[in-house]
């Protein structure tokens, strides 16, 4: 009789583990690895301010003086954003909100630097991702669903 409860307790002690560690008895692939990502999603390579500083810089052609008052307001906006991902007292709509206010202030701080072509181009830009972020591209063909 104690054979079968040490066998019982070992087999509890086992699944307990599996599902303490997030593993499945499914061995069929790996998990993908995960990307480093903020509350929101936001991994931190999109929110680095040299990165797209040198992304505007290319596709609006900007000018030294343009580039040296853009960069502070891309890393005000990382420090802001940053803050807010830490701010654990506030719901995922809050952060949501404060995102895009967060947003817009530094858009409208970064068109006021812009020329008037400049303005065009980056609301362009602007309006793409928005619909990039609204209308992902389907899953590749092969891709196994998610559950």
Do not use: C, W
């Amino acid at each position: 009789m104690d054979s079968k409860r040490i066998a019982l307790a070992f087999s509890a002690v086992l699944v307990l583990s599996a599902a303490a560690m997030g593993q499945t008895t499914d061995n069929s692939a790996p998990p993908p690895p995960q990307q480093q990502q903020g509350p929101a999603g936001q991994s931190p390579r999109r929110m680095d301010p040299a990165r797209q500083l040198k992304m505007l810089t290319r596709r609006l052609n900007l000018s030294d003086d343009q580039r040296a008052q853009i960069k502070p307001l891309l890393e005000e906006r990382r420090q802001k954003m940053q803050a807010l991902f830490q701010d654990q007292s506030l719901s995922r709509d809050q952060v949501r909100a404060q995102m895009r206010t967060i947003h817009e202030e530094t858009r409208g701080k970064i068109e006021a630097v812009l020329n008037d072509q400049q303005k065009q181009q980056y609301e362009a830009m602007d309006q793409a991702r928005m619909n990039r972020r609204n209308n992902p591209p389907p899953p590749p063909p092969n891709a196994a669903p998610q559950q």
